[in-house]
Structure formats: C-alpha cells, structure tokens
C-alpha cells in the first residue's frame, strides 16, 4: 500500500471518535425536548441532564492524557470505544434522570479522551507535509457528528414521545465501528520509541514515510527524547512554558469566542430573539447552520497544509469578530431581522470552520515535545472544556445581563485577542516535523 494511503487509513479510524464527539454534544439538542416532557424536568434539572456530558469531557480530558502516556495511545482509545458504546445504551434505556446523567457523563469521558487522543495520535503516525490536513480530518468528523446528529434527531422525531431513546441509541453503531477498527491500527511510533520498541516503531514509519525516511525520522525522535527529561517540570521551563501558555490560550479562546453559542442555542435564538419564527423553522435553521460547518471545513482540510496554520487562524479570527460586531449590532433592531442574522451567523460559523474549529486542535497536537505531549495536551484540552462549559452555562444569563447585543460583543473582543495571540507568539508548524518544532521552543 503507497505509504500516504496507509498514514489515511489510520487516521480516518482515530477520527471516527470524532464523530462521536460530535454527534453527542449535539444529539441533546433535540432529544433535551422529549425527555423533559417524559421525565417532567425543571429548568435546573434540563440544565444538568443537558451539562452533564460536557462535565464528563472535562474529566476525560484530565486523565486521558496522562493514562495514554503511560499505557499508550491506542490502548486508551480502545477504553474510550467501550465508554462510547456503554453511554449510548446507557442514555437509551435509563428509567430515571439519574440513571441517565450516569450515562451520559460516561459518554463525557470519552469524548473527553478521545477529543485529545485522536489529534496527538495522528499527529504522531503522519508524515509532516499532510500533517495538518490528517489532524483536522478529526474536525471534519465532528462537524460530521453534529450534521448527522440534527438529521437523525430531525427524522426520529416523528416517533414520538420516546423518540429521544432512539436518538442516543443511534451513537451505539459508530461505538462499536470504532472500537473494531482499532484493533487494525497499530500504535503511535513515537510513544514506542519513548518505551524502546524501536523496532516495531520502524516498521511503522516505514510503512508511513518509507525504508529510507523511516530510519532518518527514528533517528531524530530519539534524539529529540534524549534531551526531554519527561517529566511535568519540564513544561515549566522557559521555552516550553510558552508552548504551553501558547495550547492553553488557544484552547480557551476557541470556546469563548462563543461559536457553540450558536450551534448549542441556534434554535432557542431564533425562536424567542428573533420574530416569526415556528419551532421548525427554527430547527430548519441550525440544520443549515450544519450544513455550512460541514462545508467549511473541508475547505479547512484543502488548505490548511497549504497556506500553513497562521494565515487560517488570523483570517479567521478577524472574520469572526467583525461578525460578532454585526451580530450584536443585528439585535439592536427591533425586531432583529431575521435573515440578516442568519446571514452573519453563517459566515461566523464558516469563518470559524475554515480556521478555528480545525486549527486550533492542530496546533495543540503539534507543539508539545514527545514524551510530555499527552499530559500537555491534557491540560490544553482540559482548559478548553472548562471554556465549554462556562461558555454554554453563561449565555442565556450572560444575554438577561448585559444584554444579547453586549454578548456577541464580548465574544467579538475575544475573537481580536485570538488574532492577537497567533499574530504575535504561535509559531508556524506547517511542512516541520514534531522533532523540528519542539527544537523552536528550546531556543527560547
Ligand atoms: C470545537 C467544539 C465545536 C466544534 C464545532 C470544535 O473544534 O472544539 O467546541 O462545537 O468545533 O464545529
């Protein structure tokens, strides 16, 4: 098999938790509607049920970096296949809300694991010149999840009142492709080399890159681990200190930007901020606003190898914060009209596809040096969670407070630090190796 064909094959396994992640955070959506009717939910308890996935990310994230650097990549991504399929069933069959809010925080520390597991481990099986377009195959799954979410949410609803159980079962059939497939890919080399099975990560890279590359790239990661001490205190040091300053604040800024204000509340804004809209318009709406994520991305996909990840992510925070101004300045009119904030949240949301939503998770998975990456890249992934959380639980009191126009405006100051930061510290990683990239921060 040609050996870019091969680095796909494994990628696109690992990127099936993708769509997992994706379809779970979105699958609440619809589903939220029915199970609150059946299990008659106050607000504070629909707030949980709907939350308590996302909590679980958190947790997943916290252990899943550490656990992988101990025990491997693949390994904690095969447990995280098992928690994927049990919450699916879980969320299906539960008799109560507890029960339920069980299993969907299981469901949570999957996706928290596999939201970091999957782009590290790809970024360590892939050549450098395709790096970034195999790593934001992961976001293309996503986007994939939460398309498919709304249209399977969309199309069981006619079943009923307990169509919702239908709705999380569904998650059950891409649990279980992943968690076979796994079993066909092999582990990350260069977790290998770090335990010394060189020569199982040889054949490896010789299957990704070819014989002749394959020995020069072993040669430079175990170098670049001979000068890693490995341990949390290296983070800390000078030039990796900024690395990780650098993940940290990408990873907030993604969320507080405040893209998932649009894709988690769409409908709700629709229907009670802008006028004249039936709930199916309402749902209509977000099914395009999918539609246009999707789209986006795989133009993310075309370029990001291409123009390299820093013209993405200016472009796109620069776009995103002029939406964000529009947007806020939209709800000033009474009423908001309704297609021109469609409009705006449209190239808002292609705006943060075509560089945000892929690049950000690329750059976390490139710049951390090799035996601390997994705990890295946790606390990268964690901190954008916590991001998630604090985003989606503040909005709609965030909105009563300062109004929805003061939000969009916070979030659109956001969006000018996010092209600040990139603009002035995140270095370029397109086309290097991970050996060469951590070699940038040394020189600090
Ligand atoms: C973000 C998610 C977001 C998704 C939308 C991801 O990169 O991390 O928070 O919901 O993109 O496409």
């Keep these: 098999m040609p050996s870019a064909a091969y680095a796909y094959l494994i990628s696109v396994v690992a990127a099936i938790s993708g769509l997992l992640f994706g379809f779970d955070i979105a699958v609440i959506n619809g589903a939220i509607i029915f199970l609150r009717q059946q299990f008659g939910l106050s607000e504070v308890q629909t707030e949980v049920a709907a939350g308590s996935l996302l909590i679980g990310c958190v947790f997943g994230a916290s252990f899943a970096g550490w ?19 049990l919450s699916a069933f879980g969320a299906a069959l ?19 694991a596999a939201s970091l597991l999957a782009p590290l481990y790809i970024a360590e099986v892939s050549p450098a010149r395709i790096r970034g377009r195999l790593v934001a195959l992961n976001q293309m799954t996503i986007v994939t999840g939460i398309l498919l979410a709304y249209l399977v949410n969309w199309s069981l609803s006619f079943l009923g009142p307990s169509s919702w159980r239908w709705m999380f079962a569904a998650a059950a059939v891409p649990a279980l492709v992943f968690f076979i497939a796994l079993f066909f890919v092999p582990e990350s080399p260069r977790w290998l080399v770090e335990c010394g099975r060189e020569s199982t990560a040889l054949g490896i890279l010789s299957r990704v890159s070819g014989a002749e590359r394959a020995r020069q790239e072993l040669a430079e990661i175990k170098e670049a681990i001979a000068e890693e001490s490995g341990t949390l205190a290296e983070l800390f040091e000078p030039g990796m200190r900024r690395a990780l300053g650098i ?18 509340y769409g409908s709700i804004i629709f229907r009670e901020r802008v006028g004249g809209h039936t709930e199916s318009a309402a749902i209509g709406a977000n099914v395009f ?56 949240m449209l190239v808002l949301l292609a705006a943060f596809a075509v560089g945000l939503g892929p690049g950000v998770w690329v750059v976390m998975a490139e710049i951390f040096p090799t035996r601390v990456r997994g705990r890295a890249m946790s606390i990268a992934t ?46 370029e990683t397109k086309g ?13």
């Design 289 to 344: 606003i999918g539609a246009v994520n999707f789209l986006a991305t795989i133009v993310a996909l075309w370029l990001i190898d291409r123009t390299g990840r820093r013209p993405l992510l200016m472009l796109s925070s620069g776009v995103m914060a002029v939406c964000q101004l529009a947007l806020g300045a939209a709800f000033l009119m009474q009423p908001p009209p309704g297609m021109l904030v469609l409009g705006i």
């Design 432 to 444: 290097k190796t991970l050996e060469e990239i951590e070699k940038v921060w040394r020189r600090h």
């Design 94 to 112: 539960p008799r109560n809300l507890d029960e339920f809010i069980v299993a969907r925080f299981l469901g949570g520390l999957a996706v928290g």
């Design 247 to 264: 993940g940290v604040a990408l990873a907030i800024l993604q969320q507080i930007t405040g893209i998932n204000t649009v894709l988690f």
């Design 67 to 85: 656990l992988s650097d101990r025990f491997g990549r693949r390994k904690i991504l095969i447990f995280s296949a098992v928690l994927f399929a």
């Design 382 to 427: 964690v901190s954008l969670w916590i991001a998630c959380v604090a985003l989606t639980m503040t909005f709609l009191s965030l909105a009563k407070a300062i109004t929805i126009s003061g939000a969009f405006w916070l979030y659109g100051f956001w969006c000018l630090v996010m092209y600040w930061i990139v603009w002035r510290y995140t270095p």
